[in-house]
């Protein structure tokens, strides 16, 4: 069982941190040279980010489509979530308008989201392998646990990242950010 869990979170994982890749690699090519003649001579900096979005074709939830809507909208939607069966479907969604509409660049802001993709892995792995204990009548108090972790540090993050965005990082934060040299992004991290 154990051996099982280990290889579906291993291809779990790689599926999503080439996913990642693809997208960082083959989008901002074309970008990154107008910002390298623009910005890069002034500051080097990973701390600077930049709204990549494509929001065409978005119109979900009533919200503008923009970055700084969209991020708020899911903030305040995770963070006011406590049932269970709701946490896959909100953060599913939420990563799959990630990877489509909105978009950034930034060293240490891709770095969040890329944990907010893993925590993403993380809580689908504990959903389904639940399902899974629930089907053979074995107890799932450990991976509820570990279910509940994972989504408590995905909505810090997604907070955090909000902040960020919509408050040039001024305010009050859960410090799992990179982008705000966050004093717990170690241990965050260590959930995967």
């Not at 999503?16 to 080097?44: A, F, H, I, R, Y």
């Not at 963070?79 to 978009?103: G, W």
Request: charged share 30%.
């Amino acid at each position: 069982m154990k051996l099982m869990k280990l290889a579906f979170t291993g291809f779990l994982i790689i599926g999503l941190l080439m996913g990642c890749m693809t997208e960082s690699t083959s989008q901002p090519k074309e970008e990154t040279k107008d910002e390298t003649k623009d910005e890069q001579p002034e500051v080097n900096n990973s701390k600077m980010w930049k709204d990549v979005s494509t929001p065409e074709g978005f119109n979900n939830y009533g919200i503008k489509p923009t970055l700084n809507a969209w991020i708020t909208f899911h903030a305040e939607d995770v963070a006011k979530t406590d049932d269970v069966k709701e946490y896959l479907p909100k953060i599913t969604s939420l990563t799959f308008e990630n990877d489509r509409y909105f978009k950034i660049q930034g060293e240490d802001f891709q770095k969040d989201f890329e944990n907010l993709h893993l925590l993403a892995a993380m809580i689908n792995h504990c959903v389904y392998v639940i399902s899974v204990q629930d089907k053979k009548g074995i107890g799932t108090a450990e991976t509820y646990d570990q279910l509940n972790k994972s989504y408590k540090y995905f909505t810090e993050l997604l907070h955090d990242i909000d902040v960020v965005i919509n408050y040039d990082g001024k305010g009050e934060t859960f410090g799992v950010t990179h982008q705000l040299d966050g004093k717990k992004v170690d241990k965050l991290e260590s959930t995967f």
